[in-house]
């Protein structure tokens, strides 16, 4: 019997039957044909419509319209929240930006030998984003200068005294040296697709040191060009000197950046929720994401209503915002709220065409600190659904990136995300506009959406064990590919690459704990003893593999860095560190936290118990070898404060 337990143990979970749920498939069924495609499309084009121009009185108008919308399709306790946006409060350690308007904006090549056409380089009447946000003003006659072309990596000790900077990269990038340089302003020739000739790339990030605009911010000027536009301003400059007049109506004030909320009610106090981010320019990214999660809630609304599905025992719960600014404010003024949470979904750029490569769908994880059953249960609800419509779907690890954060153990609302790209590269640009969005995709990930949101809405203990199951049969195929990646390589088990993997998959079976009563929770936890059993032992099987594989006794962890060892960080606020109320030239070559993903898994595995050696194998196990300096790091965050250690 135990020889053939170690078979089934040795396969990977592909090969493990995973457990049906009638109940899952059924309301896949009743969710599919409720979408109304062209309803959730009109929600996208009004989105679109406002923020396309991303100015803060434009996402106000988003905002209301959200307002009308969730009140019409019967959703419950509907609020416009009014988040500072002054450039001073901090949600956690992210500045709040400046609230921002634009009137007009105009930059000229002042050439009279060239066409009129061909002089306009930017109108923001006409294209929004060829003004870049947060730009700063000019006076009212407008400013000439001379165009300074900046090469990629340059920057650093030129003199742009009163010109504009012509770069080849993203200058929000480099603003703080444009600032230090004395540059006017930036026109900006960098794109993720240079194939669409005229798009013009979206600089949502004006910062001095991260990524909005704060109250210490300098108000450079700000322009994007197309790519045949910066073809012809470099063959201008190389036959001599370029100038330009910029007309700028634009201002910064103390403001509010607004986000909408509403719920479908349930029977108890515990809610799940759904994000969609506002207040960008683009008709995928992410006027898509807040149309799928206002159809889903609608769609679901009418089931309900209409007596096909119970209402719910716990509430479900929108959330339309700005990205990360918006979901932070809401973290950090309903923390009993936030605790009652039990899981969530990001909705990010969903809805590209069909018929266009790399456009699959992507199901980004939890970080491995908050391994959860909604992993696997995204999983299930993608294998369920997608083939229905023959397309097929991919698994992606934890990134940073967007507001799935919420996942990590300050916050502890485990969050997944569906993103399915722009098939072609549209991302931030000027390009991203309805005629790209594809229904199919739009409805596949309102369908996706829709049957997360309800089924947990409605979990007991006979969900939570079916759960516990999904999670051990993926935990299977975990501990084998954590495996399989050495004895690929005849590696012994140097870090307990295994054993770590156990225990992840081991607390992703045990989150279904939190479905269930507070005095229903240790009963459960007995039934679930043998499944954490059996994913132990499959654990001992992988490691004699290896063994086998390496031809060597498994060997121990290495010594520890006795530096690190003496070093246990506590967190002081949750959220990552974007450094974005420090000068730059204080960093000290320190990464922001905003996205650098060594630094936010690393400041996740920080609990106020493990020593900073254990944080970083943890992390190091989770993202693979790494360089970084965990101690210099982690001391460089204490010095200013963003950190304690522990005496």
Not at 321 to 333: A, C, I, L, N, R
Not at 420 to 430: A, I, P, Q, Y
Request: glycine content about 6%; hydrophobic content about 40%.
């Amino acid at each position: 019997m135990r020889l053939i337990l170690a078979a089934l143990l040795y396969l990977p979970a592909a090969l493990v039957a995973q457990p049906q749920n009638p109940r899952l498939t059924k309301l896949i069924d009743e969710v599919s044909k409720e979408i109304r495609s062209e309803e959730e499309m009109n929600f996208m084009r009004q989105v679109y419509a406002s923020d396309r121009y991303f100015t803060f009185p434009r996402f106000q108008q988003t905002a209301e319209y959200l307002q009308k919308q969730m009140q019409q399709i019967g959703l419950k306790d509907v609020q416009i929240v009014n988040a500072p946006a002054d450039g001073v409060t901090q949600i956690g350690f992210w500045t709040m930006p400046m609230a921002w308007d634009v009137k007009s904006a105009r930059l000229e090549i002042l050439d009279d030998s060239l066409p009129a056409a061909s002089r306009t380089l930017a109108d923001y009447e006409k294209a929004p984003s060829s003004l870049g946000m947060w730009s700063g003003a000019t006076p009212p006659a407008g400013i000439g200068a001379e165009i300074v072309e900046v090469k990629r990596g340059q920057v650093a000790g030129m003199d742009l005294r009163g010109k504009f900077a012509l770069t080849d990269e993203n200058p929000a990038n480099i603003k703080w040296l444009l600032v230090k340089a004395g540059a006017l302003g930036a026109i900006n020739t960098f794109t993720e697709n240079p194939d669409l000739r005229h798009g013009r790339q979206w600089i949502n990030a004006w910062g001095d040191d991260g990524w909005a605009y704060t109250k210490r911010s300098t108000p450079l000027l700000s322009f994007s060009i197309t790519p045949n536009q910066a073809d012809l301003l470099r063959k201008l400059l190389a036959r001599g000197p370029v100038r330009v007049k910029a007309t700028v109506d634009a201002r910064h004030y103390s403001g509010s950046y607004p986000y909408v909320t509403a719920v479908i009610p349930g029977t108890g106090p515990e809610e799940v929720l759904t994000l969609g981010h506002t207040s960008e320019q683009g008709a995928q990214d992410n006027a898509t994401g807040v149309a799928a999660t206002l159809e889903a809630l609608a769609a679901l609304n009418r089931l309900i209503a209409a007596g096909k599905l119970p209402r719910p025992k716990r509430s479900i719960r929108i959330l339309s915002m700005g990205e990360m600014y918006g979901s932070m404010h809401y973290v950090q003024t309903n923390r009993d709220r936030i605790r009652r949470t039990i899981a969530a979904m990001c909705v990010d750029t969903p809805a590209a065409g069909y018929d266009l490569a790399g456009t699959e769908y992507s199901f980004y994880m939890n970080p491995h600190v908050a391994k959860d059953f909604t992993d696997a249960f995204l999983l299930k609800i993608a294998s369920d659904y997608f083939p229905r419509v023959e397309r097929p779907w991919h698994e992606k690890p934890f990134t940073t990136g967007t507001d799935t954060y919420m996942a990590e153990p300050m916050v502890g609302v485990p969050t997944v995300w569906g993103y399915s790209g722009s098939g072609v590269e549209s991302h931030h640009n000027s390009e991203d506009t309805p005629d790209r969005v594809d229904w199919r995709s739009l409805r596949d990930i309102t369908v996706m959406d829709a049957a997360f949101l309800y089924f947990l809405a409605n979990a007991a203990e006979p969900e939570a064990i079916w759960l516990a199951g999904l999670s051990e049969s993926r935990g299977y195929e975990q501990i084998v590919n954590s495996a399989s990646a050495l004895a690929e390589h005849s590696r012994p088990d140097i870090n307990g690459t295994v054993a770590y993997s156990v225990e992840r998959e081991s607390q992703s079976v045990l989150s279904v704990l939190r479905l269930v009563p507070e005095d229903r929770r240790t009963m459960l936890r007995d039934k679930l003893v043998p499944v954490l059993e059996r994913l132990k032992a499959s654990g001992a099987i992988q490691s004699a593999r290896i063994r086998e594989s390496a031809g060597s006794s498994l060997a121990t962890d290495p010594t520890a860095d006795p530096l690190a060892a003496g070093i246990i960080v506590k967190r002081k606020r949750f959220g990552t560190i974007p450094l974005d109320d420090l000068p730059h030239d204080q960093w000290e070559g320190q990464p922001s936290g905003a996205w650098a993903a060594v630094p936010t898994i690393a400041l996740y595995w920080c609990d106020g118990h493990r020593n900073l050696a254990e944080v970083s194998r943890l992390t190091q196990l989770e993202l693979g070898p790494s360089n970084f300096d965990f101690v210099r790091y982690f001391r460089f965050l204490e010095k200013h404060g963003y950190v304690e250690f522990v005496k």
